[in-house]
């Protein structure tokens, strides 16, 4: 074989592998780029990973439903940080604290965590932060709201109208039925949350953050000011998401509610935050 094969044998070589990746993310092609990948810890906990920005928070006062407490205003996010993927389960709570805690919970272990107070979530990221790397935490209420508009601006993350594919709520037989007979043909039991994870994620691959169980924020419960974080505080703490329990304009991305931090409701839950290095 002469020179010249072997040179043209290089080269149509060379081609191919450039073909194959020169189109590589950084994240596949560098290892070193772990923060653009998503985190799975012990418990099988998944964090997605999401990147800094500004947003409008709040709602516009042409937004069906709107409250009062739901003033526009840009917020920026300076820093990164991962969110949970879904809502805490009962497993994960239960491989945390013990199986004493929710004893009688009834549900499979991928039910969504509930009647756990604010101070309880806290006790329960105490003892989760001595068994791993990496230190997770209760979202703020505005990361919450990032994270779960995804870069959208509709009343939900998927746009302007709700039913019942979208996500949990009103499967409650006593109160608001209007979708437990769609649900019962998914199998998923009434007048209590769905495991999490049964209805489609946002545009950034986070599940649940409409509908299903409401959740924990770190903030106390105030009106929002102009470049401030919410004034005339109190000691309840802000809850988001909406539930199982009543009607889909609770479960809109702008939505807000609270409750006193000693409060167990059957409604609320909660998905941690875990900090970018």
């Not at 998401?241 to 409701?265: C, E, I």
Request: overall charge positive; hydrophobic content about 30%; proline content about 6%.
């Amino acid at each position: 074989m002469t020179f010249s094969h072997y040179q043209s044998i290089y080269t149509t070589l060379a081609v191919l592998l450039l073909v194959l990746f020169s189109g590589l993310p950084p994240a596949l092609s560098d290892p070193g780029t772990s923060r653009d990948k998503t985190i799975i810890n012990h418990l099988g906990m998944t964090f997605v990973p999401i990147p800094p920005g500004s947003f409008e928070m709040g709602s516009p006062e042409t937004e069906p439903f709107r409250d009062s407490d739901e003033t526009l205003h840009t917020v920026t996010i300076k820093n990164a940080f991962y969110i949970q993927s879904t809502e805490v389960t009962v497993g994960q709570w239960r491989a945390v604290m013990g199986t004493s805690w929710l004893a009688r919970k009834k549900g499979t272990e991928k039910m969504p965590v509930t009647r756990v107070s604010y101070y309880d979530c806290l006790e329960f990221i105490r003892e989760l932060n001595k068994t791993q790397k990496g230190t997770c935490r209760l979202p703020t209420e505005a990361e919450w709201e990032y994270a779960c508009r995804a870069g959208t601006q509709t009343a939900y993350s998927w746009g302007n109208h709700i039913d019942c594919s979208k996500a949990m709520f009103a499967n409650n037989t006593k109160k608001e039925a209007g979708c437990v007979e769609f649900y019962e043909l998914k199998a998923i039991a009434p007048d209590r949350p769905a495991p999490v994870g049964q209805f489609p994620p946002n545009p950034w691959g986070i599940y649940d953050m409409h509908g299903n169980v409401w959740e924990w924020c770190s903030d106390r419960y105030g009106q929002y000011q102009a470049g401030k974080k919410p004034g005339n505080q109190s000691d309840s703490r802000v809850r988001r998401g909406g539930s199982w329990y009543k009607y889909g304009q609770y479960l809109r991305s702008a939505n807000r509610t609270y409750g006193h931090p000693g409060s167990k409701f059957k409604t609320t839950g909660f998905r941690l935050v875990l900090e970018a290095d």
